[in-house]
T-cell receptor, first 113, second 114 residues
């Protein structure tokens, strides 16, 4: 299995509070991604990173920010959580080899009350 | 915008049967197509990756095909087993200067009946 972990694995928070999810990899891969998974929508890309301090928006980036200060860590922050951000969040990593698949973490289940 | 559809959303078949899962996409300008498996409460595991220049890929009892002109891919599972029960997702990769972003279908939940 690819060395990728997510923390926390489960979190309950209240509307309006900030939340930070962490993705940590031990593979030294260049690309890192944050997705959310919701019933009926599949996985949707929130943000991605193509190197340290290099990030860009995905399909559903509103209300989220990211940071990558080290190769191994990619943080997803919900500045002010809303109930619509209740979801399962997955991190994925990929090397810079062409035609390489993405490797997924175990997910973080977030409930915003 | 690329749209990926998987029908049916759920499928139940008796153990031992061969089965086919379907994936369709709207834009044929793809970089590759990937099939993933997701077990309940877990992350995704890559099964097969078909490059845009390829027609199929095989791994054990799994065979994935790609027809870009018709915007379709199929995942064939031979001699199904209860352990094959999971949700199967297909994803299209578009390449942009090496960054291969994925667009996912909503998946087919497969149940193999012992």
């Amino acid at each position: 299995d690819a060395g990728i972990t997510q923390s926390p694995r489960h979190k309950v928070t209240e509307t309006g509070t900030p939340v930070t999810l962490r993705c940590h990899q031990t593979e030294n891969h260049r690309y890192m991604y944050w997705y959310r998974q919701d019933p009926g929508h599949g996985l949707r890309l929130i943000h991605y990173s193509y190197g340290v301090k290099d990030t860009d928006k995905g399909e559903v980036s509103d209300g989220y920010s990211v940071s990558r200060s080290k190769t191994e860590d990619f943080l997803l922050t919900l500045e002010s959580a809303t109930s619509s951000q209740t979801s399962v969040y997955f991190c994925a990593i990929r090397s810079d080899r062409r035609q390489e698949t993405q490797y997924f973490g175990p997910g973080t289940r977030l409930l915003v009350l | 915008k690329q749209e990926v559809t998987q029908i049916p959303a759920a499928l139940s078949v008796p153990e031992g049967e061969n089965l086919v899962l379907n994936c369709s996409f709207t834009d044929s300008a793809i970089y590759n197509l990937q099939w993933f498996r997701q077990d309940p409460g877990k992350g995704l595991t890559s099964l097969l990756l078909i490059q845009s220049s390829q027609r199929e890929q095989t791994s054990g009892r799994l065979n994935a095909s790609l027809d870009k002109s018709s915007g379709r891919s199929t995942l064939y599972i031979a001699a199904s087993q209860p352990g094959d029960s999971a949700t199967y997702l297909c994803a299209i990769a578009l390449s942009n200067f090496g960054n291969e972003k994925l667009t996912f279908g909503t998946g087919t939940r497969l149940t193999i009946i012992p």
